[in-house]
């Protein structure tokens, strides 16, 4: 008589487990810890006092911070514009926003990042305020304006048709019902793809490290890059594995928040 299916299935799940144990403590008993912890956390690199973490937390970490708010503000007013265009009744308006969401969300930002650094001021001799910084975040402005655009749109006809009309049958404008009605139930649509967005301007701000700043403008990459070349910790790793830490505390508890609205949201719709 075969074995059941359910003891088969439970009996893979144990050899995997087992395999995956396996292999993780012969990894540990063959790996030179003392190696790892050289190249990886230097002692002198993680010191509380003398360390990196002063200037990657408060400069480093800081600018992450402050340049994702900027891309995510300015991307999500651009955004607003693009997405009512896109549902413009004139067609030209509409074939223009399709075009520019399009043809950003082709582009990798990294192309657009080094376009608008270096590209476009060679070219014309723009000078990009705030610098080669501020042109960076000007391109990821643009690049996530094409993408919350296209969110936007999807949460704006997901509100029912009948919430305008009834706005409309009260004698609201166009635009007041756009701005007081259909806009407001949109956003709360949108939260959680919108919050994920600015995970990922997060991550992305990390792409500015091409073009370079100033000492007080750099973000976590760039300073982390720097430490790695020079400073208490140069020729190893340990400031690239601290900056990891750190976008780590700073998106974790917000894909939790992406997942706690998701969860919440499908509560509201049963």
Known sequence: MGMKRS???RLVRYGVNLAVVAAIVGLALVVDW????RNFWNPAGVALDGGNWGELITVGA???VKYTAIAFVGGLVLAVVLALLRLSPIATLRWLATVYIEFFRGLPALIVIIFMGFGLPIAIGW???GGVVGAGLIALIMVAGAYMAETLRAGIQAVPKGQAEAARSLGMSSGATMFKVVLPQAFRVVIPPLTNEFVLLIKDTALL???GAA???RELTTMARDFQSSGVSAGTATSLIQAALLYLVITIPLTQLVAWQERRQRKATR
């Open 7 to 9: 003891t088969r299935s």
């Open 34 to 37: 003392g190696e790892v912890r």
């Open 62 to 64: 800081v600018n992450t």
């Open 127 to 129: 000078r990009p305020p």
């Open 209 to 211: 490290s091409v073009i």
């Open 215 to 217: 000492v007080g403008q």
